[in-house]
């Protein structure tokens, strides 16, 4: 299953970077856009995937979604970081994850612009082009930052700020790539150490987060005991010798 995912996830990745300026449409909120490629590329991964796991439920970014059941349910976002596939700037990846019980199962993310395929199975650990990785052993204060601004809701600017604020005092820098799924894969990956943004949707989390906890890694749905992806939640993922701190400074700022 996890191989037939990845050859979908390189034909959607194929078709990202044969689309040039494709239409865009305003959605919901400020600075929230969709393009007539994203919706082209979810179209494919629903038939693909449907057609891979009959019965299976389809939940994605680009169409009304009824909640989450413990049925298999494939979670998408066809490309996540539209923004940056608008502006040509080369950090998007699509994002697929099969959760059972609410929970991801599997988890691929692929990046067509780097050619690289981050994969996890729950329990069998989390690859990169076949390569098995591993989050950062980098100490708090030296960790590289990266955060997700969530621009369509000014309601979380202050807070994210203020987290940023404090992370660069205290921490060691911070990044902002414009993708959650890239971010993901990067913690889990070890090429940053702790990621966090107030407000995400399942479809741009629930892959990463498994890639993450299968690298070693730490994943907190901000506010819920649990990973939750049947809704918007804040996130942070990060390694374990970061934990602790990078959840007192979300706290600090009001985050969680
Ligand atoms: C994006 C996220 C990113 C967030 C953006 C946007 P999309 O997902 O990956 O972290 O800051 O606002 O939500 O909408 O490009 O799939």
């Excluded at 919901?28 to 991964?45: I, K, M, P, R, S």
């Excluded at 009824?66 to 298999?72: I, K, M, R, V």
């Excluded at 052993?137 to 369509?152: H, R, T």
Aim: overall charge negative.
């Amino acid at each position: 299953m996890l191989e037939k995912i990845q050859s979908i996830a390189r034909k959607a990745g194929e078709m990202i970077l044969n689309a040039h300026n494709a239409p865009s449409h305003q959605k919901e909120g400020h600075f929230n856009f969709v393009t007539d490629t994203d919706v082209a590329v979810q179209e494919y991964l629903k038939a693909a995937l449907l057609a891979l796991l009959p019965g299976a439920r389809f939940f994605a970014e680009e169409q009304e979604n009824e909640s989450l059941t413990d049925a298999p349910t494939f979670v998408v976002d066809p490309i996540d970081g539209t923004i940056n596939f608008m502006r040509q700037r080369n950090a998007s990846a699509v994002s697929i994850a099969l959760l059972e019980k609410k929970q991801p199962i599997l988890g691929v993310i692929y990046q067509p612009y780097t050619d690289e395929m981050f994969t996890a199975a729950l329990g069998k650990g989390a690859f990169l082009n076949g390569h098995s990785i591993h989050v950062s052993s980098v100490p708090f204060e030296n960790a590289v930052v990266e955060l997700g601004s969530s621009p369509y809701d000014a309601e979380l600017a202050r807070r994210t700020m203020e987290a940023a604020t404090q992370f660069l005092l205290q921490a060691g820098d911070i990044r902002r790539s414009g993708s959650a799924a890239v971010d993901l894969g990067d913690i889990a990956c070890g090429r940053g150490d702790i990621m966090f943004e107030l407000k995400l949707r399942p479809w741009d989390v629930a892959a990463g987060s498994l890639l993450v906890k299968e690298a070693g890694g730490c994943f907190h749905s901000l506010g819920h005991d649990q990973p939750y992806y049947d809704g918007p939640c804040g996130i942070m993922a990060c390694n374990p010798l970061c934990e602790k701190d990078a959840l007192r400074i979300l706290k600090e700022a009001g985050a969680c």
